[in-house]
């Protein structure tokens, strides 16, 4: 089953504004990751926030993680035409449960985000 | 430094026919990850792969799909006698032995269309 569900679908914004995404997953989690799909590419890293931590920044991304409520939020402040993109999180779930299940992330379906001139 | 590189870029096959995807990985990135790809859809896990080790492969189908990543050369995802429904984009990823599951290094993906 999904992991992780992006929230929303889809996202049109202006030009300096700021957007938000948000994921929601379902699982005990070693960290949560975000990562960036441009149209016909691969996907790019952008960001990491483990378990233990709360709020992480890089750059114009803030990333927050509350494990109580399993979910994770992705703000881009002041965006350009370049953020558009799809916007992807990824959690890794590696060894909290035995018996199984994939030792990769998994990722949820995205955020399509579009930022207009 | 290059990054994740994968060959073909397109794949075009007839129902039937046999596909094989490569992904070379990072330089010093001993950790090899396929995911499939939808369209609209995120990236569904297929298999993780060390160096001639198959570590796990809970996301491929049992039958007609196998990888491999040998000692020498790039790690293949094969699909033999493909259907419509394996048309997808096929993305590889690579992390380095500390980064596992940390920090992934994608490709820029196979599309594979099967007629």
């Known amino acids: 089953s999904q992991q992780g569900e992006e929230d929303p679908q889809a996202l049109s914004i202006q030009e300096g504004e700021n957007a938000t995404m948000n994921c929601s997953y379902k699982t005990s989690i070693n960290n949560l990751q975000w990562y960036r799909q441009n149209s016909g590419r691969g996907l790019v890293h952008l960001i990491l926030?483990?378990?233990?931590?709360r709020e992480k920044h890089s750059g114009r991304l803030r990333v927050t993680l509350d494990t109580s409520k399993k979910s994770s939020s992705l703000l881009i402040t002041a965006s350009r035409a370049a953020d558009t993109a799809s916007y992807f999180c990824?959690?890794?779930?590696?060894?909290?449960?035995?018996?199984?299940?994939?030792?990769?992330?998994?990722f949820g379906k995205g955020t399509h985000l579009i930022i207009q001139p | 430094n290059a990054g994740v590189m994968q060959n073909p870029r397109h794949l075009v096959r007839r129902r039937g026919q046999e596909a094989r995807l490569r992904c070379s990985p990072m330089?010093?990135?001993?950790?090899v990850y396929w995911y499939r790809q939808l369209p609209e859809e995120g990236l569904k896990f297929m298999v993780y792969?060390?160096?001639?080790?198959?570590?796990?492969e809970s996301g491929m189908p049992k039958e007609r799909f196998s990888a491999e990543f040998p000692k020498e050369g790039p790690s293949i995802l094969r699909i033999q006698q493909v259907v419509r429904g394996d048309s997808a984009a096929y993305f590889c990823a690579s992390s380095p032995p500390s980064r596992v599951n940390e920090k992934l290094f994608f490709g820029s993906g196979t599309q594979l269309s099967v007629l």
């Open positions: 990824a959690t890794d779930a590696t060894a909290m449960y035995s018996g199984g299940g994939a030792d990769g992330l998994t």
């Open positions: 926030i483990r378990s233990n931590e």
């Open positions: 330089k010093g990135h001993s950790h």
């Open positions: 792969l060390q160096k001639e080790n198959i570590i796990d």
